[in-house]
C-alpha cells in the first residue's frame, strides 16, 4: 500500500512568515493529489486538489502547492501566514483509487 | 447544496458498552460513505467504505463494523467498546469512483470516549 509523509508535525510561525509544508508520497504511478485542512472546532475542509495540468495548484485563501512529479512531492505553501491560519494540514493521495492521509501538520501562528 | 450530519458530536461510554454513530447525507443520491478515525498525530484511518445500500469494505481487522441501510445514511457499530476505540471519528461523502478524482467531503465528526 502506499503511504503519505508529513514531516512537520508542528509548525510555529510569526504573522508575515512564509509556510511551506512538506508532504511527499510513495506510490510510482498516476495520482491526485489534495490537502485539507481543519480549523479549531470545524470540519476538515478542502484546502486544494491536483488532478492534472499545471503543476502549481492555487487554492482557497492564498495557497499553493506545487506537484513534483520527480520528487513524489506536493507540498503547500503560502508567502505570508496570518493569524487565523492556525489549524492542521492534512496531505492526501489517491492512488489506485485508494486515498491515503498523512499524519497532519499543526500549524500555529502567533500574532 | 450538499450537507453532511454527524451525531453525537461527544459520546463517554464504558468498556464493553455498544456503540451506535450515524451519518447522513443530503443533497445528493448514491455518495460513496466513508468511516475513517482520526488520532492525534497518525493522521486519518480509513476505517470503512461504502458505494452503496448494503455494500460495505473494511479496511482494517478491529473491534468495529459499519452498515449502510439506506442511500445516505451510514452508521458506525461495536458490540462492545474497548478503551482502544476512543477517538475522533470522521465521516466522508464523495461521488463517482472511490476516492478517484473526486474530493472527499467530511463531517463534523464525534468525539468518542472509552472510560
Known amino acids: 500500500a502506499q503511504s503519505v509523509s508529513q514531516h512537520n508535525h508542528h509548525v510555529i510561525l510569526s504573522e508575515a512568515a512564509s509556510l511551506e509544508l512538506g508532504c511527499n508520497y510513495s506510490?510510482?504511478?498516476?495520482?491526485?493529489l489534495f490537502w485539507y485542512v481543519q480549523y479549531p472546532g470545524q470540519h476538515l475542509q478542502l484546502l486544494l486538489k491536483y488532478f492534472s495540468g499545471d503543476p502549481l495548484v492555487k487554492g482557497i485563501k492564498g495557497f499553493e502547492a506545487e506537484f513534483i512529479k520527480s520528487k513524489f512531492s506536493f507540498n503547500l505553501r503560502k508567502p505570508s501566514v496570518q493569524w487565523s491560519d492556525t489549524a492542521e494540514y492534512f496531505c492526501a493521495v489517491n492512488a489506485l483509487n485508494d486515498m491515503r492521509f498523512g499524519a497532519g501538520t499543526r500549524l500555529t501562528v502567533k500574532p | 447544496s450538499q450537507t453532511i450530519h454527524q451525531w453525537p458530536a461527544t459520546l463517554v461510554q464504558p468498556v464493553g458498552s455498544p456503540l451506535s454513530l450515524e451519518c447522513t447525507v443530503e443533497?445528493?443520491?448514491?455518495?460513496?460513505l466513508y468511516w475513517y478515525r482520526q488520532a492525534a498525530g497518525r493522521g486519518l484511518q480509513l476505517l470503512f467504505y461504502?458505494?452503496?445500500?448494503?455494500?460495505i469494505s473494511s479496511e482494517v481487522p478491529q473491534n468495529l463494523s459499519a452498515s449502510r441501510p439506506q442511500d445516505r445514511q451510514f452508521i458506525l457499530s461495536s458490540k462492545k467498546l474497548l478503551l482502544s476505540d476512543s477517538g475522533f471519528y470522521l465521516c466522508a461523502w464523495s461521488v463517482g469512483g472511490r476516492g478517484g478524482t473526486d474530493t472527499q467531503y467530511f463531517g463534523p465528526g464525534t468525539r468518542l470516549t472509552v472510560l
Open positions: 443533497g445528493t443520491s448514491n455518495p460513496n
Open positions: 461504502s458505494v452503496g445500500i448494503g455494500q
Open positions: 506510490y510510482g504511478g498516476t495520482v491526485n
